[in-house]
């Protein structure tokens, strides 16, 4: 398979738990981004690396969240202190031009309890 | 924060129907693309329409993008039950960072035997 690949694909925890995704793009695209959507709402941005550079955050994203991307390849997202509103669908994407089109992974949905 | 609504938000039709939805959005665009996202899936990238275009065709799709309003329509002909799905339109701007996508609020498209 060699499109974009999220595990786990649903993750369950009690609140004040760290949590962390993995992320697998598209070997060749050296653009990876994190979206989160809520049910019923389009994706969200969270961020954006190129490369392992992370060049953007969004303000939603509180200190309690961050990314990496170490050496350029796979990406994690970690949540530290796990918030019920926290809870949400996890979308990871990637792609080779700027502006060109996002290739999805099927998302981690986290549910805090 | 999303860049703009999309509209209907819900929409059923029956199969061989066509179906059009509309996406308007805010702030000045390089391209438009849309996306259709099965139910807890990840999104697919369907079409993307640049600023300079005002129409654009693939397979069953056509994407009108009327910039000096805002607005683009995506029409599926002859639908399918297989086309069931949210949809949503996505924006590249002019300014900030050309490698975001920001999403509209999405349409969900029922199609019935």
């Known amino acids: 398979d060699t499109g974009v690949s999220q595990n786990p694909r649903h993750k369950i925890t009690k609140r004040g738990q760290n949590v962390t995704f993995r992320c697998d793009p598209i070997?060749?695209?050296?653009?990876l981004y994190w979206y989160r959507q809520t049910l019923g709402q389009g994706p969200e941005f969270l961020t954006y690396f190129q490369n392992e550079a992370q060049l953007e955050k969004s303000r939603l994203l509180s200190d309690r969240f961050s990314a990496e991307r170490p050496k350029g390849s796979f990406s994690t997202l970690e949540i530290q202190r796990t918030e019920q509103g926290d809870s949400a669908m996890y979308l990871c994407?990637?792609?080779?031009?700027?502006?060109?089109?996002?290739?999805f992974g099927s998302g981690t949905q986290l549910s805090v309890l | 924060s999303q860049q703009g609504e999309e509209d209907p938000q819900a929409l059923s039709i029956q199969e061989g129907e066509n179906a059009t939805m509309n996406c308007s959005y805010k702030t000045s665009i390089n391209n438009l693309q849309w996306y259709r996202q099965n139910s807890g899936r990840g999104l697919v990238h369907l079409i993307l329409i640049r600023s300079n275009e005002r129409e654009k065709h693939s397979g069953r799709l056509r994407v009108t993008l009327d910039t000096s309003k805002k607005s683009s329509s995506l029409l599926i002909t002859a639908s399918r039950a297989a086309d069931t799905a949210s949809y949503f339109c996505?924006?590249?701007?002019?300014?900030?960072?050309?490698?975001?996508?920001?999403f509209g609020t999405g349409t969900r498209l029922q199609v019935t035997l």
């Open positions: 070997s060749e695209h050296n653009r």
């Open positions: 996505a924006t590249v701007n002019v300014t900030g960072t050309a490698s975001k996508l920001t």
């Open positions: 994407a990637s792609s080779s031009l700027a502006g060109g089109k996002l290739f």
